[in-house]
């Protein structure tokens, strides 16, 4: 079993940075993939960015691309997510996923973190 531990999370003005981290208790091949997906109430679980552990084919959803960044360190297990420019719309409650699947959907993960709230105000 595969815990995730997701934190970083707070408040900050439009315009403003922060990074979350994921923090995987082991690593397996259910957990080639690493993701960041975001939620609101009221809307389905979106996409925001993949990885692998070996920084290979990782890829953004285009209402972030360029302002997100995703990153992992091996030797902590730990993935990052660099957000800077921040917009109120990135307001949400953001999760990180593993996995054995380079996806865009959320089906495919294996395993998910608790979720770190993101609040951007405008």
């Known amino acids: 079993q595969v815990e995730l531990v997701d934190s970083g999370g707070g408040l900050v003005q439009a315009g403003g940075s922060l990074t979350l981290s994921c923090v995987a208790s082991t690593r397996s091949w259910r957990t080639t993939v690493m993701a960041w997906f975001r939620q609101v109430p009221g809307k389905e679980r979106e996409f925001v960015a993949q990885?692998?552990?070996?920084?290979?084919?990782?890829n953004y959803a285009d209402s972030v691309n360029g302002r997100f960044a995703i990153s992992v360190d091996n030797a902590k297990n730990t993935m990052y997510l660099q957000m800077t420019n921040l917009k109120h719309d990135d307001t949400a409650l953001y999760y990180c996923a593993a996995g054995s699947t380079l996806s865009t959907e959320d089906r495919p993960y294996y395993y998910w973190g608790q979720g770190t709230q993101v609040t951007v105000s405008s």
């Open positions: 990885t692998t552990w070996n920084g290979d084919h990782s």
